[in-house]
């Protein structure tokens, strides 16, 4: 079956840092992936998607790159906010998320200003 | 719009009753999604259909669990009877073409 693994965290920046959250996954097929971001009492909010190999996604700063090769869709962002302290979620669907989402655990992350 | 809409926001009841949970999916979305959130396992999706129709139940943990959706515009989610181990955050998600919106959830606790 389909599986999702991702650094749960928590992860604690500086305001500025680097961001890199690494996810990969176990599929069968060609998925779509994406990143969903939660912030404190709230549902879940597409962050991005890449829908086939090399495909790159990117949103307020964040991007990610399908890597086929390697089964990952690592998270990054240049400079991070105290803002984006939430919990970031790596999901995969069989059928462009006309399906069911496949989510890892969840990455808290921390930005200290 | 005003995105997908679940009530109640907090449920608390007493093992052995009977929870109903709703959701009203963002209008023109063909499918909807029910998640259950746990610190244990995570997202997990239990439910899903498309134009009103269940496609995918195999998540539901029990038959104790049970879904609805009459209409292109409300579905429930039902437990009878409830147990502490349900105790959760229920989320709704609709779709059109591929993209879930996420309602804000049901907070459960079964005590």
């Known amino acids: 079956g389909n599986s999702v693994t991702q650094m749960e965290g928590p992860v604690t920046l500086s305001e500025e840092a680097f961001l890199t959250i690494n996810c990969t996954y176990t599929a069968t097929g060609y998925p779509s992936l994406f990143w969903y971001v939660q912030y404190p009492g709230e549902g879940l909010q597409l962050l991005l998607k890449?829908?086939?190999?090399?495909d790159k996604g990117s949103n307020k700063g964040f991007e990610a790159t399908y890597r086929k090769e390697t089964t990952s869709f690592h998270l990054e962002k240049g400079s991070v906010q105290v803002s984006d302290s939430a919990v970031y979620f790596c999901a995969l669907s069989d059928l462009m998320g006309a399906d069911g989402l496949t989510f890892g655990k969840g990455t808290h992350l921390i930005i200290q200003p | 719009d005003a995105g997908v809409i679940q009530s109640p926001r907090h449920e608390v009841t007493e093992m052995g009753q009977e929870v109903t949970l709703r959701c009203k999916p963002i209008?023109?979305?063909?499918?909807l999604f029910w998640y259950r959130q746990t610190m244990m396992r995570g997202l997990e999706l239990l439910i899903y259909?498309?134009?009103?129709?269940?496609?995918?139940d195999s998540g539901m943990p029990e038959d104790r669990f049970s879904a609805k959706m009459p209409n292109a515009s409300f579905s429930t989610l039902k437990i009878q009877p409830s147990e502490p181990r349900d105790s959760a955050v229920y989320f709704c998600?609709?779709?059109?073409?591929?993209?879930?919106?996420f309602g804000p959830g049901t907070r459960l606790t079964v005590t």
């Open positions: 890449a829908t086939k190999a090399d």
């Open positions: 259909f498309n134009n009103n129709v269940p496609i995918d």
């Open positions: 209008s023109g979305h063909d499918y």
């Open positions: 998600a609709s779709s059109f073409l591929g993209e879930q919106y």
